[in-house]
């Protein structure tokens, strides 16, 4: 028994050292970073290897030494779909181990509390097409990335205000479709899922992730893990209370820093249509006169909620993301001030705010990563069941 | 390489099972809840046995099967040493594995900034003391609590203000003393060991800590690990914003929870002398006509600021201790209150509010606990020690 779950548990060590590495990695250093011995290592690497998930190049010379083999994650091999809901869109995205697109559809429908069987029935369709591009690769699983927050067991999504969904069993529907039957699913929020593309340009760092979008969401990540908290919710900055009894927020709820930051919030404090796009806010709220008034509020709101964040958490670096990442360098010294004022850590180091260099669709490529999370973590259990297929 | 590796982390699952079960345990149990092999489990424990960690009982008889041999830390073979530095005293407590007393001092003196030198030298007599008491038992190491915060790297006090302490290296003025020449030493914050005793008390559990003191402290714990953060100032609840602009605080923030509720603050609000001692406080504002105010000005700061922490964390139950403890009761509705309105977590569970039962000292207590630790880290690297040490 010991000795197989020692296997199992240094197959994942020596998988996830090769998939995170910045650039092509040798055996020997897959030693020293392990702490496994080489010959361990070796053995390992030709599992891997002959399992499809790790790919050797050829050998570099390395003066005097023995010429170095660099390892890389197999291209090509497995697949990993991801699926972002929106409200008028579902976008699907296949990835293999080594982080490259495979392949890529979207369909363009309402999606809303009427239309979750035609939802679940359109996500199924996309599986299908992006499968048919890469017949060659094996399925891992399928995440979908939704707007809102899940319930504990991440089967249902309790609440998504954007597309009017109230409990809706996405996970059960998903399943029901003959495309998906027997493939395993995932449904998490969309900004969790959006904070794994952070972590994967940031490996092993802590750092507190807020994204602006209708909402505002956040997430906390401590040594290269997203803290979940006991429902799966921890990092909601949205509904920290920034001013007590203050302006009413969509949620019900008085104060929350939603209230003052949100897309709706800025929105409606700037004057400006019903009709501007999230990605046009920055510029729309430039051309306003009040643009400097507006940007204060939104640095020493978000200030305020950071500093008490960073006080119980005493994390000191902030990534900002969404339509704050645009405007991180403006916001950014409101938000120095106001936590400077407030949190203990900033006595002793500047707090470091950045913004997210975000890819085009973070949720997206994070609900991807997902999918392809069960191999990083399990890869030996992966080997077993393929083994079985096979045979 | 990795058979010791795995051999040391076992020895260290077995000695933490057998030290947190809550009545002796059964190698079978050992088996069943580490998920080692019978024969692993043996063997580790006759380790342990003879390292004199672990003690056997006579066997219990169970009806046809064969009888259970039951298990325990063992009693008086090795000293943990805790050390709590109070303004007016110092005290000194001595434990074994078992979590038994084997002897306690108290030393009355003035710990001033003046005195510093003065209070390494009692720590060191009354450690010497404790020794003297326990001939048998070997050191294992000796921590202090100070009632301040600590620099990152846990040698130095960075700011006591009870003790009007700043910047002092205790670390290496105990260090110099002849008595703790060799040993490990190591201090903390006294919250931060407050909550080992309660982690002791709710294994594995996930929870806020908030104490009531002069100043208003606090911890997360994760799982039963107290979270540290970038500098180990994680769960500093006191600072937390609660009014933005609000009354000014002793640190010389504004609207700090700790302008609110800690000792001096409730002092000067009910209007009570200067010579209130903490433990008089509750009954003292008892006494006073406003008590219906203050016990909702608690409640409701409190209540504000752990809504935020809860928000950010996702956890649902919180622990109060210090005077905020004898008071739970009363406040727990204002709290409860409050957090139904901020919280998201309360819309789908109710989010527990409970008292901490302390012990007499719990700063003491959990220090000597934290001198302890290092054994039940790695009992392995006890062993191989003590073993070089004799031969």
């Known amino acids: 028994m010991q000795s197989t779950h020692l296997r199992e548990h240094n197959l994942s060590v020596v998988m996830r050292a090769v998939a995170t590495a910045t650039e092509p990695i ?4 897959l030693a020293r970073s392990t702490q496994l011995t080489k010959p361990t290592v070796s053995k390992l690497v030709e599992e891997l290897i002959s399992a499809g998930l790790v790919e050797e190049h050829a050998p570099v010379s390395q003066g005097s030494g023995r010429p170095m083999v660099p390892l890389q994650p197999a291209k090509g091999t497995v697949l990993g779909i991801g699926l972002e809901i929106a409200a008028e869109h579902i976008s699907c995205l296949g990835i293999d181990l080594a982080g490259r697109q495979l392949s890529s559809h979207t369909e363009y429908l309402r999606v809303d509390a009427d239309t979750v069987e035609e939802t679940a029935r359109a996500c199924a369709r996309l599986v299908e097409q992006v499968r048919a591009d890469a017949p060659r690769a094996t399925l891992v699983g399928v995440c979908a990335a939704v707007p809102g927050r899940m319930s504990p067991d991440g089967q249902s999504v309790l609440a998504a205000p954007n597309l009017d969904w109230t409990e809706v069993p996405l996970g059960r529907e998903l399943a029901r479709t ?26 092993e760092q802590s750092f507190m992730y807020v994204r602006g979008s209708t909402g505002v969401g956040g997430a906390i990540v401590l040594d290269g893990t997203v803290l979940d908290g006991v429902h799966g919710w921890a990092g909601e900055f949205g509904h920290t209370v920034v001013e007590p009894g203050g302006a009413l927020c969509r949620c ?7 209230a003052y930051i949100s897309y709706h919030a800025l929105r409606e404090r700037a004057g400006l249509r019903t009709d501007v796009l999230i990605d046009e806010l920055v510029e729309e709220l430039s051309r306003s006169t009040d643009r400097a008034e507006v940007i204060g509020t939104i640095g020493r709101s978000l200030g305020l909620a950071l500093a ?11 990534v900002l993301s969404g339509y704050l990442g645009p405007i991180a360098g403006e916001i950014a010294p409101f938000i120095r001030e106001t936590v400077e004022r407030h949190a203990l850590a900033a006595e002793v180091d500047e707090v470091v705010i950045e913004r997210s260099d975000d890819l085009e669709a973070p949720a997206l490529w994070g609900a991807a990563r997902a999918a392809i999370g069960p191999i990083l973590d399990s890869p030996g259990a992966w080997i077993a069941r393929t083994a079985e297929m096979a045979g």
Chains 1, 2 share one sequence.
Do not use: K
């Not at 019900?252 to 939603?258: A, D, N, Q, S, T």
């Not at 008490?308 to 902030?318: E, M, Y």
């Open 26 to 29: 040798s055996r020997a250093t």
């Open 178 to 203: 003959p495309q998906l039957d027997g493939v395993p699913v995932q449904v998490h929020n969309d900004i969790r899922l959006s904070v794994l593309t952070e972590i994967a340009r940031r490996p």
């Open 252 to 258: 019900g709820r008085r104060g929350c820093l939603e």
């Open 308 to 318: 008490n964040a960073l006080n119980i958490l005493d994390l000191s670096t902030v």
